[in-house]
């Protein structure tokens, strides 16, 4: 067994030096022996584990903590410093409390209730489209289409009045920028979310509209002063966690495959690739890295190595999605590939909640562009897109014309 391996040189989080592929140091990360010791956020030391069953291992097992709240938690909590008491929901919930409370919700997330949203979501990506239609083009597909998308998806499954859509997106997206934004800026921005949903929630309990809300406000979880409060710190999680990560998947889907006519061809040729198209984007892509850090509450083995309590583990999705072990010819962008072992959403208990609603949004807005817009291409070269490589990755303007 590797116990406390020597410190490498590099520094997590990694950039990317090409937006297709994950940062080029995951290469030598995967074939270390053990688990890589990297330094962290302010020089603190991290295990990094970047072979898939290495990450598969970390992400299922209750030993490792996701409470940000800890001292010795290798990596800052969303918000803290703005509002002290805030707590993300369920993301940085441990158990026992993270079972129940996310079973309060997941009925909510089903298969069965995701597939009711499809007419509307397919309404607002036609609505959004014709408007880009309506221009004589370029149009800028990431503030044209990628990010109002996500944010009426969330109006409607939240039950947020669509006037309120601009303010809660603009927030939001303050909160989960990826390169620096000033720190006056996003706690103003905190601030208003917080009062924003505030109001919302202490509505929705009044009244109970037949929405999400206004469901959950009848579980005893969400009942009382209390409850509210758990009920705000849910919404900011799901607007957290659910604009930025769809809008980017969305900007870069349509990126990849623009740059790949030979998988589009595939795809408009057969719709019915879509689904598995949608599969291999996450698994390419895998931009929803960041929060898949634990801290060890117990020693624990992974991969070889001896990781002791106390010690931080960042379980890098992008280069598990990329082992050759796990997928063959990982590099290839093919969107016929068998993908159902990519860890782009995570695995074990926080696998990401709302998988299948991104899934649907991402099948139906894949779907609906490249059928209405066949002539679509980029209005940039690849090289000179405003890619942001900070602390996660993303694309901030997808220009296009037709
Ligand atoms: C392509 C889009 C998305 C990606 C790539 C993504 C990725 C992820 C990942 C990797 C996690 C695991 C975090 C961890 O283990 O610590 C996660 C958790 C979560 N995601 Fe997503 N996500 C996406 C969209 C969404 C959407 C649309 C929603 C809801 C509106 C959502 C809600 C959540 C929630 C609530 C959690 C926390 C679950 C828990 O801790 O039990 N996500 N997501």
């Not at 996003?186 to 949903?197: M, P, Q, T």
């Not at 929705?204 to 009848?218: I, N, Q, S, V």
């Not at 850090?293 to 624990?300: E, F, H, K, S």
Request: net charge negative; with cysteine.
């Amino acid at each position: 067994m590797h116990d406390q391996s020597p410190l490498r040189a590099e520094t997590w989080p990694m950039s990317r030096t090409c937006p297709f592929s994950p940062p080029p140091d995951y290469a030598g990360l995967r074939e270390h022996p053990g688990l890589a010791r990297v330094t962290g956020p302010s020089g603190r030391t991290v295990f990094v584990a970047a072979r898939h069953e290495d990450v598969r291992a970390v992400l299922g097992d209750a030993r490792f903590s996701s409470d940000r709240s800890h001292p010795d938690f290798p990596w800052m909590r969303v918000g803290e410093a703005v509002f002290p008491g805030f707590r993300p929901s369920l993301i940085e919930m441990d158990p026992p409390e993270h079972g129940p409370a996310r079973r309060a919700v997941a009925g909510e997330f089903a298969i069965r209730r995701i597939r009711e949203l499809r007419p509307k979501v397919q309404c607002i990506v036609d609505g959004l489209l014709d408007d880009v239609l309506a221009g004589a083009g370029p149009a800028d597909l990431v503030s044209a289409l990628a990010v109002p998308m996500s944010g009426l998806v969330l109006c409607e499954l939240l039950g947020i009045p669509t006037s309120d859509r601009q303010e809660f997106t603009t927030n939001t997206m303050v909160l989960t920028a990826h390169d620096s934004v000033d720190a006056d800026r996003v706690a103003e921005s905190f601030r208003s979310l917080i009062a924003y949903f505030d109001a919302l929630c202490a509505a929705k309990m009044t009244e109970r509209p037949e929405d999400l809300l206004g469901r959950l406000a009848g579980h005893q979880l969400f009942s009382g002063d209390e409850g509210r409060w758990a009920m705000v710190e849910l919404c900011i999680l799901l607007v957290v966690a659910g604009l930025e990560t769809t809008a980017t998947m969305t900007a870069l889907g349509v990126l990849a495959l623009l740059e790949h006519p030979d998988q589009l061809a595939l795809l408009t040729a057969d719709p019915g690739l879509t689904p598995a198209a949608v599969e291999e984007l996450l698994r390419f892509f895998s931009v929803a890295e960041l929060p898949l850090i634990r801290r060890a509450t117990a020693d624990v083995e992974i991969g070889g190595t001896l990781i002791r309590e106390g010690e931080g583990v960042a379980a890098l999705s992008a280069a598990a999605n990329r082992d050759p072990a796990a997928f063959a010819d990982p590099d290839t962008f093919d969107v016929t590939r068998d993908n159902r072992r990519h860890l782009a959403f995570g695995s074990g208990p926080h696998q990401c909640l709302g998988k299948n609603l991104a899934r649907l949004e991402l099948c139906i807005v894949l779907d609906t562009l490249f059928r209405r817009i066949p002539t679509l291409r980029l209005a940039t070269p690849r090289d000179e897109l405003p890619f942001v490589n900070g602390s996660g990755f993303s694309v901030s303007a997808l220009p296009v014309t037709w």
